[in-house]
């Protein structure tokens, strides 16, 4: 055990060597000492630490009386001292006791037996006086930081500490709210009521436990206004379990309630449009079902996709695209009635719900005043943009006693709108859902048909309209059924796409095209370029660049020997990104080409900024070539671009004397089409290749 250090500041070196030697030899153990004849020297002592205790004597050398005390409390507050004085000096003593000494020793008792254990109780008293003074400073500075408010009450309910928090939230300063009747100060409000909340703290106080209060609890301020809070209570005990009295703690929750209700909104809504989404379109759809269960009545579902939609975001932008979104959002909103909902699904798909007098002829209506709506021109980012929808309408209860069912059965009724041309609306009926049946059928036969490698490829040849050589083949699938035979791309491609099953079924397709172009190359055939028809789906593919490279790889054709055939849709969905695509194709060495040009409505300036290699004209405008007609004129100015930009020229659907007199006089390039051959599988298309060996006199008749 550490012995206790006491400074002697006296300039009596008899009462210092008394002191000594009482300290000394005390009974409970030895205290440390050390002596100090100037108050200049004990101060200096002082301020190096070490010391319990100090014993001073008001006569001293450079100081007399109470100043010496007073210079030597002011310099360590917290040191316990005590003075020595004769019999005449204990009115200074008892002064200085006054100011702050612990206490005096009378010169003509130093030797007392006592006096050691005096001294070990001042030093310990101080200790424990500096310990609560630490907690209790410690406790003060932590209530006045924290962000809750803190009060607390005596048994009697009766205010006894606020902090910082709490008179800032109150509006009462600690002064003025000391002895004040908590309800006083604290006036809480039931916020759902408005009616005065009961006391908690008397509850608190009698059952001698936490409560948490009422979770609607409102604070009423001092002046009046009101803020929303979070708030609980708890007992204090003395340390014999009695009450004496309780806490409080609350916080004001109004940027968290509103956040909360923020962000409900947002959950509910959509961001775009402000329109209810998904979610609680269900919400409302359930309650309104409900609703038409009890009442005997009806609720329809009018289900709208835009037509088109994906033109004017791709050529245009996104932030053209939403402007024109919030635009179409508008226009549903005035359409409806208070009572029904528009919501947004997401994308360009928007669905209302009629809620009232929901009969066929409400819902008719209604679809009729939305696209005579949403054909007037609407006007975003400085453009006038023209727009129709699609809408299929479901009725509750005839067409789906649920909420999935009644949108799907929408949703079905939306696609055969558009089957029928767009910008029209159609009713749900028991043969569209057949459709829908067969469309997952179909979807379903597709998996199987990649797993057992049902896909084959044929070929139909490519000539040179100038020579009339074979020049190439594009290659197209057909699916070998096991029950239906050879069936057509256009009876599953589009099921494909929609399902992401054409990112396989493509990837087959290439393989097998550049093995079967390898394979007639190493026969000797005459060198050709073999086309692969790439769908958008497969183009926005992550690994489309590595999976092209790789197929070159395993199956060792010549980059320059492949050709990639995409329409201008898939070109002009994001420029930037198909732009830097195409160009580390090309530095491959692939040949690229524009599918179907002149079917989809973008600008030709994309020409000039993608390294296009062909130009296929689309075979719609091929099939009505006649004297004199307009798509006459647009195939002669595609020839006339074509042969400008340094693209070769190719005509699709070629099958008569007269479109192919045409094109040779407009000195088209290529032509392909059931004039020069029909797709064939590939053990038949090197006859069919030889046949076309002849020059353009035997083509030209």
Known sequence: MTANTVLIVTDDTADAKLLRETLATARDGPFAIEWSRTLAHALSRLQCGGIDIVLLDPCLPDSQGLGAFDTLFKLMPSMPIMTLCDEDGEDFAVEAVQRGAQGFLSKGYFQNALVPQALRNVIQRKRVEEALFVERERARVTLESIGDAVLSTDVACNITYLNREAERMTGWRREEASGRPVAEVLQLIDGATRQPARDPLQLVIKHEKSLALHAMSVLRRRDGSEAPIEDSAAPIFDRNGVVTGAVVTFRDVSEARAMAQKMEHLAQHDCLTGLPNRILLHDRLEQAMAYAKRNGARVAMLFLDLDNFKHINDSLGHTVGDKLLQSVASRLTAQVRHSDTVSRQGGDEFVVLVMEDAHDERAAVLAEKILRSLAEPHHAG????????????????????????????????????????????QFFDGEMNARAVERQSTEAELRRAIDRGEFVVHYQ????????????????VRWVHPRRGIVFPDSFIPVAEDSGLIVPIGRMV????????????????????????VSGIEFR??????????????????????????????????????SALLYRLKEMGVQLAVDDFGTDYSSLSYLTRFPIDVLKIDQSFVQMISAGSGNSIIVGAVIGMGANLGQRVIAEGVETQEQLRFLHAHHCDEGQGYLFGRPVPAADFGALARTLSGGAGTLVQ
């Open 382 to 425: 400085g453009n006038e943009l023209h727009v129709t929808t699609s809408i299929g309408i479901s009725l509750f209860p005839s067409d789906g006693a649920n909420v999935e069912t009644l949108l799907k059965n929408a949703d079905t009724a939306m696609y055969h709108a558009k089957k029928k041309g767009r910008n029209n609306y």
């Open 461 to 476: 040849p490519k000539v040179d309209l100038l020579t009339g050589n074979f020049t190439g083949a594009e290659a197209l």
């Open 510 to 533: 290439l393989r097998q095209a550049c093995a079967q172009a390898k394979a007639w190359l190493d026969q000797g055939m005459p060198p050709m370029a073999v086309a692969v028809n």
């Open 541 to 578: 593919s992550k690994r489309f660049f590595e999976n092209v490279h790789e197929v070159l790889q395993e199956t060792g054709l010549e980059a320059r020997f492949l050709q990639l055939e995409l329409t201008e849709t898939v070109l002009m969905r994001n420029i930037e990104s198909s």
